[in-house]
């Protein structure tokens, strides 16, 4: 029960409006013409998190009347493993097809000598694709080995700035940033974000000018709890 509680607050709920006063709202219609939506994938061990966000990309694009670019953020470190066994077993249970796609893409990353060469990054992309998001609009940091640098690597890397330009008319109007994650590491990666685009955190090798023009006070972050395990029943 103390396990439940402590996710039901990570995620938002019982927690008397603490977590979800920091965050933005999720995309809305409200915000439609005035921001420029983006999707960001991080690092996490549950394929349920981005199968429904895959899903939600739909209803999201529709809205905005837009193909919404995802940037997935995540390497091929220790937390690559949980996400690469959840996966397979997702899929096992689910669609045993897709099941076999994913095992012949899990052989083809192993090196000679067995050790996996997968990333994080590259099974989001295969679990978004395999719900219909198109393969253009999606883009990989495939090095990064925790949240903070998941989230410093897609913006010092350029990734964040190529997809403004490249998908957006408007590129001048902030953007909207819509975290993919599950309860456990939504706060997390909330307070991180927030901290990098809006304080420069993570940002050491600029100097104090050039990071104070890359920090984004008028870019909204949130980070909606996609999927909550429930212990009682797990």
Same mark, same amino acid.
């Given at each position: 029960?103390?396990?439940?509680?402590?996710?039901?607050?990570?995620?938002?709920?019982?927690?008397?409006?603490?977590? #979800? @006063?920091?965050?933005? =709202?999720?995309?809305?219609?409200?915000?439609?013409? @005035? &921001?420029?939506?983006?999707?960001?994938?991080?690092?996490?061990?549950?394929?349920?998190?981005?199968?429904?966000?895959?899903?939600?990309?739909?209803? &999201?694009?529709?809205?905005?009347?837009?193909?919404?670019?995802?940037?997935?953020?995540?390497?091929?470190?220790?937390?690559?493993?949980? %996400?690469? &066994?959840?996966?397979?077993?997702?899929?096992?249970?689910?669609?045993?097809? $897709?099941?076999?796609?994913?095992?012949?893409?899990?052989? =083809?990353?192993?090196?000679?000598?067995? @050790?996996?060469?997968?990333?994080?990054?590259? $099974?989001?992309?295969?679990?978004?694709?395999?719900?219909?998001?198109?393969?253009?609009?999606? &883009?990989?940091e #495939?090095?990064?080995?925790?949240?903070?640098?998941?989230? $410093?690597? =897609?913006?010092?890397? *350029?990734?964040?700035?190529?997809?403004?330009?490249?998908?957006?008319?408007?590129?001048? @109007?902030? %953007?909207?940033?819509?975290?993919?994650?599950?309860?456990f590491?939504r706060?997390?990666?909330?307070?991180?974000?927030?901290?990098? *685009?809006?304080?420069?955190?993570? %940002?050491?090798?600029?100097?104090?000018?050039?990071?104070?023009?890359?920090?984004? =006070?008028?870019?909204?972050?949130?980070?909606?709890? *996609?999927?909550?395990?429930?212990?009682?029943?797990?």
């Amino acid at each position: 029960p103390k396990a439940q509680e402590l996710l039901n607050f990570l995620d938002g709920k019982g927690a008397d409006g603490i977590t #979800t @006063k920091i965050g933005a =709202s999720n995309f809305n219609q409200e915000d439609v013409g @005035k &921001y420029n939506p983006l999707i960001l994938a991080l690092g996490s061990p549950s394929p349920e998190a981005f199968v429904k966000a895959a899903r939600k990309w739909h209803e &999201y694009s529709e809205m905005f009347g837009i193909k919404i670019p995802v940037v997935t953020s995540t390497g091929a470190g220790r937390g690559a493993i949980a %996400l690469i &066994y959840n996966t397979q077993r997702y899929y096992d249970q689910n669609n045993p097809a $897709v099941a076999r796609e994913f095992g012949n893409l899990r052989a =083809s990353k192993r090196s000679p000598e067995g @050790k996996n060469q997968l990333s994080e990054a590259e $099974v989001i992309k295969f679990i978004f694709m395999h719900d219909g998001v198109p393969e253009d609009v999606i &883009y990989l940091e #495939t090095e990064s080995a925790n949240t903070m640098a998941n989230v $410093v690597w =897609s913006y010092d890397n *350029f990734i964040i700035k190529e997809v403004i330009k490249k998908h957006f008319k408007d590129s001048e @109007k902030p %953007l909207k940033i819509l975290i993919v994650a599950d309860a456990f590491h939504r706060f997390r990666a909330l307070l991180i974000a927030l901290a990098v *685009f809006r304080r420069g955190d993570g %940002l050491e090798k600029e100097d104090e000018e050039t990071k104070r023009r890359r920090i984004h =006070s008028d870019w909204q972050v949130n980070a909606e709890p *996609f999927y909550q395990p429930n212990l009682k029943e797990d």
